[in-house]
């Protein structure tokens, strides 16, 4: 009797202990979670087959786009372009008007993600061409079949670091130490990476580092749309502006240098910040960037046109 006791007991135990943890889960799940995180902007995929690798002569193109912003940004401002065919074998429009495959078109993306949305915002874009019909004598008509996409993208990096008036004194126990920080990623393909920090006698000077780490091309957003996908010139890439720098609730970013926009080189720029050295003990505070910029990505696919 009392074994049966005992192992009623441990039974008893372990559904409340496997109850409690599945609670105290659920509380973390539907609690604050972290959101700024990850170096995606906009993914692109070209969904069921499309196009399809092998398409006959008479038949039509279908693209099936799906387009999620997974970063931490609305996108107000986008173009997607389709290109890499012949618009004379592959017209937009058939002999009966239905097709509806342009050269590009606008698009925007406001859902993102935050602490209440951990997927963003996502949109479908169903197209297909008119008939397709090859010139006499082609037997077979390969192409890469390319999606361009050209967006208005932003940063917000804030990051935590130690201010202290007095890094050289050491004789007694702080609250922080005054140290170069990582900044990771932000949940943008442009990313504050690296903060390093310098006291002298009457300031603080940052050095911010900032990278590309999203695998597509940083473009001037004076020419988002209007040069998308090939008409930006050297001048045109890698210029990433610099909205705002705060300390806390100080604005000091009209002591940064270089002024916008900031260029990268070999994926990477810096920008140099200074603030007054605050009077007391070293204290825990927030340094926050804010970024904008333009920016261009592509997906492809091998596709190839049949006669009959």
């Avoid at 004789?171 to 900044?183: E, F, R, S, T």
Wanted: glycine letters at 10%; a negative charge; one cysteine or more.
């Amino acid at each position: 009797m009392r074994r049966e006791y005992l192992m009623f007991l441990a039974i008893v135990i372990v559904l409340l202990l496997t109850v409690g943890c599945g609670r105290t889960s659920q509380r973390g799940e539907e609690g604050f979670m972290w959101y700024r995180t990850g170096s995606q902007g906009l993914e692109m995929n070209l969904m069921h087959s499309s196009p399809q690798p092998v398409i006959y002569e008479g038949d039509t193109l279908t693209v099936s786009l799906e387009m999620w912003n997974k970063g931490t940004s609305p996108i107000t401002l986008g173009q997607i372009w389709y290109t890499g065919y012949d618009r004379s074998i592959i017209p937009n429009y058939g002999t009966s008007g239905t097709g509806d495959l342009p050269v590009f078109e606008n698009f925007q993306i406001l859902d993102y993600r935050d602490q209440y949305n951990n997927e963003g915002g996502v949109t479908y874009l169903d197209r297909k061409s008119g008939d397709i019909y090859l010139p006499i004598g082609t037997a077979r008509y390969p192409f890469r079949f390319m999606v361009y996409a050209c967006y208005d993208y932003q940063t917000i990096a804030p990051t935590a670091i130690c201010i202290d008036p007095e890094p050289w004194r050491t004789n007694y126990d702080k609250p922080c130490i005054a140290v170069d920080v990582g900044g990771g990623t932000q949940g943008a393909p442009v990313a504050v990476t690296h903060i390093d920090q310098e006291t002298t006698s009457d300031s603080i000077r940052f050095k911010i580092s900032i990278s590309n780490v999203g695998g597509g091309t940083v473009v001037d957003q004076l020419y988002t749309t209007s040069k998308c996908p090939t008409s930006f010139l050297p001048s045109d890439l890698d210029k990433v502006y610099l909205d705002y720098v705060t300390l806390s609730d100080l604005d000091i970013t009209g002591t940064c240098k270089p002024q916008s926009p900031i260029r990268l080189n070999a994926g990477t720029g810096y920008v140099y910040c200074e603030a007054p050295l605050p009077v007391g003990p070293a204290f825990k505070t927030i340094l926050e960037v804010g970024l904008s910029y333009g920016y261009k990505q592509a997906i492809s696919k091998e596709i190839e046109i049949r006669s009959i």
